[in-house]
């Protein structure tokens, strides 16, 4: 079993960043890709940045130039870098640990508010 805890979520003014952090417990495998999605309200949970064990990253086409993924697999922490928030950004941003191993498991964190508003 894999537990996910993000932190760093808040109300912040366009344009300006954030930071969010999500630990992992459990066992966590080289294989495992991690990840952030986000969810608006009365809008789908959709894909926002993914990562290897090997640094090998995906961006959401609105994302990309303002998001950094990053990866601690010492440490069993992901890291997403908000730059440059527009009021679009607005949404619950979950950490996610995808294992496919025989089938695809996802793990899913509680979620954390970000607010882009002035």
């Known amino acids: 079993q894999v537990q996910l805890v993000e932190s760093g979520g808040g109300l912040v003014q366009p344009g300006g960043s954030l930071r969010l952090s999500c630990s992992a417990s459990?066992?966590?495998?080289?294989?495992?890709?991690m990840g952030w999605y986000r969810q608006a309200p009365g809008k789908q949970r959709e894909l926002v940045a993914t990562?290897?064990?090997?640094?090998?990253?995906t961006y959401a086409d609105s994302v990309k130039g303002r998001f950094t993924i990053s990866r601690d697999n010492v440490k069993n922490m992901v890291y997403l870098q908000m730059n440059s928030l527009k009021p679009e950004d607005t949404a619950v941003y979950y950490c996610?640990?995808?294992?496919?191993?025989?089938?695809?498991?996802?793990?899913w964190g509680q979620g954390t508010q970000v607010t882009v508003s002035s």
């Open positions: 996610n640990v995808r294992r496919s191993i025989f089938r695809r498991i996802d793990y």
């Open positions: 459990g066992s966590i495998l080289a294989s495992d890709v």
């Open positions: 990562i290897t064990s090997g640094g090998t990253t």
